[in-house]
């Protein structure tokens, strides 16, 4: 029975997709719930596995090939697969003919013998390694004489000198543009995407960036006391930094509304909830799976989901419907050594905050300077919604939350 495998039901804010990789070809067998084919689509690469056990029949979506939403891919013979049939005992080979007796071969022709030279011509032709041969006998009946001997060593060139031994020269060291190796590959969809996406937002916003920076202190006091208590009170969640940030941003959030906001054509939506993405960092791109309700969630399941994220978006898991939606965006460049940047915005959002590299600096405290472990922030914004005034307030707010932690429990 051949049943149709047939590519994801896409949601609506993915239009189409692309078929990556084929696992298996037409005539191999697959097993229930394995891999057959990989959908690339503008945000995340979807598996399509099989639905029975079978054989795959047919495939209807080449490589490369745009499908959309239910599309047929292929075709699968489901049922068990049938062994091959065990090939037929070979014939045995005819005897090979017994091979013919070799020919005697042909005498060596033999020197003259010593009645034909004589005794100083053989020792001047032994001297010189002679083939005799090759010498005209003058004497009689043909008899070699010495003479003959000195005629031939004359009339034969001489032998030429051994050559020199070849050294081998050493390969020529050449310049540093002796190897400019180019390697051409096709731009994936989801990079392809990425770009245009960027290169709207540049085009599209009137986005600013504003900095401040936070002492982090506090919050790395506080995580050194509770973090194996922490760990071993939740399951093995491991305290991190993300999880102070995404409850400080949940409550900036709430005083600076726009900030959460977004802008749909002329109208402005005000979400009265933290959908809150992490950006993620893959092989494949950069990827933002949400936080949805984060202003409900613990700082320890805020760290268990955003663990859980990176796991599976290194993995290729990631759904469409957990990247979708999103009113503000975190990413954390300070893992991989940022010590300021400016990131972009992540539309229609209107809001994404940047974080760091932890480094100690000499700061003024109270008149005296102490060397204290600081994190440059960074806000962009779109300046379309946001004024200057509550870009800065808003930053200013998440500052004072993470250089006190008490606030966030207490909500001040």
Request: aromatic share 4%; net charge negative.
């Amino acid at each position: 029975m051949a049943i149709e495998i047939k590519a994801p039901a896409f949601p609506e804010s993915v239009a189409d997709g692309e078929v990556a990789t084929w696992h298996k070809q037409p005539g191999e067998a697959v097993k229930r719930d394995e891999l057959i084919v990989e959908i690339e689509t503008d945000k995340v690469v979807m598996e399509v596995v099989a639905p029975v056990d079978g054989t795959l029949s047919g495939i209807a979506k080449q490589e490369g090939d745009t499908v959309l939403s239910n599309e047929v891919l292929g075709t699968l013979e489901e049922g068990a697969v049938a062994a091959a049939p065990a090939p037929a005992p070979a014939a045995e080979p005819a005897p090979a003919p017994a091979p013919a007796p070799a020919a005697a071969e042909p005498a060596a022709a033999t020197e003259a013998d010593d009645s034909q030279i004589g005794p100083a011509a053989r020792r001047l032709a032994d001297e010189k390694n002679v083939d005799l041969s090759r010498v005209v006998g003058t004497g009689k009946d043909g008899r070699i004489l010495k003479e003959d001997i000195l005629k031939y060593l004359k009339s034969e060139p001489a032998p030429a000198a051994p050559a020199a031994p070849v050294v081998a020269e050493a390969p020529a060291v050449e310049g540093p543009t002796s190897e400019r190796v180019e390697r051409r590959v096709p731009m994936t969809r989801m990079r392809k995407r990425i770009a245009e996406r960027l290169l709207s937002v540049s085009q599209d916003t009137a986005m600013l960036t504003t900095f401040n920076e936070v002492n982090m202190a506090p919050v790395m006091a506080l995580r050194s006391k509770y973090k194996d208590s922490f760990e071993k009170t939740h399951n093995g969640t491991r305290l991190g930094f993300m999880g102070f940030f995404v409850k400080a941003a949940c409550e900036a959030l709430k005083r600076f509304p726009a900030v959460n906001a977004s802008i749909d054509g002329d109208d402005i939506v005000y979400h009265g909830y933290q959908d809150i993405g992490v950006a993620v960092s893959t092989e494949n791109g950069l990827v933002v799976p949400v936080l949805k309700d984060a202003d409900f969630m613990s700082i320890a399941d805020v760290e268990a989901q955003i663990r859980d994220f990176g796991v599976r978006a290194r993995d290729g898991k990631l759904s469409i419907e957990e990247m979708t939606g999103g009113t503000f965006t975190i990413t954390n460049g300070g893992v991989f050594g940022s010590l300021m940047s400016t990131p972009i915005l992540n539309p229609p959002q209107t809001g994404i905050l940047g974080m760091h590299k932890i480094q100690e600096r000499p700061m003024a405290v109270n008149g005296e300077v102490v060397v204290l472990p600081m994190m440059y922030l960074a806000l962009s914004y779109d300046h379309r919604l946001i004024d200057g005034k509550d870009a800065v307030q808003f930053l200013v707010a998440i500052k004072d939350l993470l250089e006190d932690p008490a606030r966030i429990l207490l909500q001040l």
